[in-house]
T-cell receptor, first 113, second 114 residues
Framework: AAGVIQSPRHLIKEKRETATLKCYPI?????VYWYQQGPGQDPQFLISFYEKMQSDKGSIPDRFSAQQFSDYHSELNMSSLELGDSALYFC????????????FGPGTRLTVT | DQQVKQNSPSLSVQEGRISILNCDYTNSMFDYFLWYKKYPAEGPTFLISISSIKDKNEDGRFTVFLNKSAKHLSLHIVPSQPGDSAVYFC?????????????FGKGTTLSVSS
C-alpha cells in the first residue's frame, strides 16, 4: 500500500539558511499534519491543513510557514534556521471522515550547523 | 504541562509473555486514543486506536483498554515477540474538526528478549 512520502530524507543546513521540506500524502488523503521531534522527545505538533486550508496550529515558530497545494502535497518552509531547529520532521496524512488515524511518513532529519 | 503521560520510560519482557504499556491523560476533551510504534530513524507506525465510547478494542495480539473515569488506557501485547521491541507512543485527540492535532506521550521503550 502507498505510504506518506517525505523529501528529502536528510538535510544539512547552516545557521540563518532556509530549508523546504516536502510531503506527499497517501492517495485520497485530504489532511496533512507536520510534527517536529527533537532527540529523545515526543513528536510535537506544528501545523495541519485540510483541503488546502490551514486547520490547526501548534507550536510552530513564526520563522516557519507551510501550505498545502491543489494536489494535496504540502511543503514546510523554514527560514533563519537556528541550531535548535535540528530535529526529525514528520509529516502525517489522514482522510477526513475516516477513522481519525494519522499515518506518518519516514521523516526528514534536519541538521543545522 | 504534559496532557498525555507515559510514566514508564522502559519495559523489559520475555518472549511469549504479556507486555502492558500504560498511559494517562489529563484533558477531559480527548475522545480518541491511539498507539503508535516507532523504530529508530523511522516514522511512527499506527498500531491500534479506541474511541471514548468503547472500553476495549482488540486487533490480533494487540488490545487497548480505556478507563475513562480514571483517564487511563493501556496497551496489551500477547504474546510478546522480539520484533515488538520498539518505542511505543500513546496519543490522544479531541475529534471536533478536521486536522486536529495528536498529542503524544513521551513514549515507552519496550524490549522483548528471546
Amino acid at each position: 500500500a502507498a505510504g506518506v512520502i517525505q523529501s528529502p530524507r536528510h538535510l544539512i543546513k547552516e545557521k540563518r539558511e532556509t530549508a523546504t521540506l516536502k510531503c506527499y500524502p497517501i492517495p485520497r488523503h485530504d489532511t496533512v499534519y507536520w510534527y517536529q521531534q527533537g532527540p529523545g522527545q515526543d513528536p510535537q505538533f506544528l501545523i495541519s491543513f485540510y483541503e488546502k486550508m490551514q486547520s490547526d496550529k501548534g507550536s510552530i515558530p513564526d520563522r516557519f510557514s507551510a501550505q498545502q497545494f491543489s494536489d494535496y502535497h504540502s511543503e514546510l518552509n523554514m527560514s533563519s534556521l537556528e541550531l535548535g531547529d535540528s530535529a526529525l520532521y514528520f509529516c502525517a496524512s489522514a482522510l477526513e471522515g475516516g477513522t481519525y488515524e494519522q499515518y506518518f511518513g519516514p521523516g526528514t532529519r534536519l541538521t543545522v550547523t | 504541562d504534559q496532557q498525555v503521560k507515559q510514566n514508564s520510560p522502559s519495559l523489559s519482557v520475555q518472549e511469549g509473555r504479556i507486555s502492558i504499556l500504560n498511559c494517562d491523560y489529563t484533558n477531559s476533551m480527548f475522545d480518541y486514543f491511539l498507539w503508535y510504534k516507532k523504530y529508530p530513524a523511522e516514522g511512527p507506525t499506527f498500531l491500534i486506536s479506541i474511541s471514548s465510547i468503547k472500553d476495549k478494542n482488540e486487533d490480533g495480539r494487540f488490545t487497548v483498554f480505556l478507563n475513562k473515569s480514571a483517564k487511563h488506557l493501556s496497551l496489551h501485547i500477547v504474546p510478546s515477540q522480539p520484533g515488538d521491541s520498539a518505542v511505543y507512543f500513546c496519543a490522544a485527540t479531541a475529534v471536533y474538526q478536521a486536522g486536529t492535532a495528536l498529542i503524544f506521550g513521551k513514549g515507552t521503550t519496550l524490549s522483548v528478549s528471546s
